[in-house]
T-cell receptor, first 115, second 113 residues
Framework: DAGVIQSPRHEVTEMGQEVTLRCKPI?????LFWYRQTMMRGLELLIY????????DSGMPEDRFSAKMPNASFSTLKIQPSEPRDSAVYFC?????????????FGQGTRLTVV | QQQVKQSPQSLIVQKGGISIINCAYE??????FPWYQQFPGKGPALLIA?????SEKKEGRFTISFNKSAKQFSLHIMDSQPGDSATYFC????????????FGSGTQLTVLP
């Protein structure tokens, strides 16, 4: 498996524009997480899904943020409208339910810059 | 209750030295404590993890020490190498739950050649 795949790797957009980040989890994983990483706040969990169903979105900062998981192999994180303070690296991670170790596999991230 | 506090924020060590990163938690329900390593431009990757039924776990040059009564755990990197230069995150979760990791704030380690 190629691991968790995120696209794009880099995104530069103007304030007010819509931004869509994409994630393909590892096949067979039934948990998917979206994190945001900034220097000031570190790694923050935004939302996570279990079997494509959103379980906890309490980390989503504002209504401008939304996430979907239409099927087991694809998820999106959308920001509309984007603001300069949304500039960060956004990570998607996936893991598999079951007994034993709890390892989350992270993608390489999308570096978002809103100007 | 959900916080994991990590220190130091940054650490500079000479090649061959010992790097020590500390974390403390409050939620006594946490029972799985992984450490993640992140290189620039990459996502975090699992390095080593421990459960509270043991006080120490060693994998190569990396050792986790765990003090359940103090609710603290630490990562020791023996014989630190320049290739170990990265950001290290401690984390905690309740196994069997939704696998929601609570991360520390991260430590940027620089190992000088």
């Amino acid at each position: 498996d190629a691991g968790v795949i995120q696209s794009p790797r880099h995104e530069v957009t103007e304030m007010g524009q819509e931004v869509t980040l994409r994630c393909k989890p590892i096949s067979g994983h039934d948990y998917l997480f979206w994190y945001r990483q900034t220097m000031m706040r570190g790694l923050e969990l935004l939302i996570y899904f279990n079997n494509n169903v959103p379980i906890d979105d309490s980390g989503m900062p504002e209504d401008r943020f939304s996430a979907k998981m239409p099927n087991a192999s694809f998820s999106t994180l959308k920001i509309q409208p984007s603001e300069p303070r949304d500039s960060a690296v956004y990570f998607c991670a996936s893991s598999r339910q079951g007994a034993g170790n709890t390892e989350a596999f992270f993608g390489q991230g999308t570096r978002l810059t809103v100007v | 209750q959900q916080q994991v506090k990590q220190s130091p924020q940054s650490l500079i060590v000479q090649k061959g030295g010992i790097s020590i990163i500390n974390c403390a938690y409050e939620n006594t329900a946490f029972d799985y404590f992984p450490w993640y390593q992140q290189f620039p431009g990459k996502g975090p990757a699992l390095l080593i993890a421990i459960r509270p039924d043991v006080s120490e776990k060693k994998e190569g040059r990396f050792t986790i020490s765990f003090n359940k009564s103090a609710k603290q755990f630490s990562l020791h990197i023996m014989d630190s190498q320049p290739g170990d230069s990265a950001t290290y995150f401690c984390a905690a979760t309740v196994s069997g739950s939704a696998r929601q990791l609570t991360f520390g704030s991260g430590t940027q380690l620089t190992v000088l050649p």
